[in-house]
């Protein structure tokens, strides 16, 4: 039995996904308001208002672009264990996104 190898066209087909990834972060980069605020606030206000709520795949792409974010970043998040999707097809933060976002949290047991 043969090795089983991408063909050659699916190998230019997987590059064309990736150069189209790097021109919409860059369409992103360049296009990022300065008066934005930084990514990092922009992911707590996004988990904040997320909650504990399942989301069609349309809410949440429209949630990630009030949030300054591409749609696309969705797939990333389910990789990463951000999110998931259930079998009732909704998206739902995982338990690693609300720790995430309990971290961020400033604590109340500061020396005054």
């Known amino acids: 039995m043969e090795p089983s190898f991408p063909s050659q066209r699916d190998q230019v087909a997987a590059a064309l996904r990736q150069i189209s990834a790097g021109y919409a972060a860059l369409a ?19 988990i904040s208002e997320w909650g504990t709520r399942g989301l069609t795949r349309a809410e949440a792409s429209a949630l990630f672009r009030k949030h300054g974010f591409s749609p696309q970043a969705a797939g990333g998040w389910a990789r990463g264990d951000w999110l998931e999707v259930h ?5 739902y933060l995982t338990e690693r ?7 961020q949290e400033p604590s109340d047991d500061t020396d005054a």
């Open 87 to 91: 079998a009732d097809g909704r998206r």
């Open 28 to 46: 992103d980069a360049i296009s990022a308001d300065p008066a934005q605020a930084p990514e990092e606030s922009r992911y707590r206000s996004l």
């Open 97 to 103: 996104s609300r720790q995430w976002l309990a971290e």
